[in-house]
């Protein structure tokens, strides 16, 4: 897997913990010689990890919505950027180009992106996968929400063929070897 989607909180405001592990992921994929494919803001995680991973050799390809544009807020450290009308469009652009996705902590439009990559594997548009890069037990209440989906049979099958989980780095590393 060498094109990694990455969906991040874009929030500047949130603890040390999750810019260390962001800034850990980032390096590792510039090691690694893996591309990093994102929202291409220049804000909260998505900045951390671009500037890590871009310092140790990545290629960078922002997908990047109009919206963003007009508010400057775009990483200066693209190699590659896609020009997007809305967010819809960014994650079609990034489900595409990406060979699997990973959710660091993040808020609502993480949870979009996250929830269309699976609502669109379980219909068959894709065999990708979501990884959830679960810091501090971060997606602990959306990983259980996903058992009642199965529980209550609002899910038609299990819904871990479509996700997997890190609780460590050294697990999501594994994941992405």
Avoid at 19 to 40: C, P, R, S, T
Avoid at 110 to 127: K, N, P, R
Avoid at 144 to 159: I, M, V
């Amino acid at each position: 897997m060498n094109k990694i989607a990455l969906f991040c909180s874009a929030s500047d405001s949130i603890a040390p913990i999750y810019k260390e592990k962001a800034e850990e992921l980032g390096a590792w994929m510039g090691e690694h010689h893996k591309w990093l494919i994102y929202g291409g803001a220049n804000t909260g995680l998505m900045e951390v990890v671009a500037e890590a991973a871009k310092a140790k050799g990545a290629m960078l390809m922002g997908v990047v919505p109009t919206k963003l544009e007009e508010r400057s807020m775009v990483s200066d450290k693209l190699d590659v950027t896609f020009h997007t009308v809305n967010l819809s469009d960014r994650k079609d652009i990034m489900l595409q180009e990406a060979d699997v996705a990973v959710a660091l902590p993040g808020g609502v439009g993480t949870l979009d992106e996250i929830f269309h990559v699976m609502a669109s594997a379980t219909i068959g548009y894709h065999g990708k996968q979501v990884i959830f890069y679960n810091i501090n037990g971060f997606w602990n209440d959306i990983l259980h929400f996903f058992h009642t989906l199965e529980e209550t049979r609002f899910a038609h099958r299990p819904l871990k063929q479509y996700y997997k989980v890190a609780n460590t780095f050294e697990e999501l590393a594994e994941l992405l070897m």
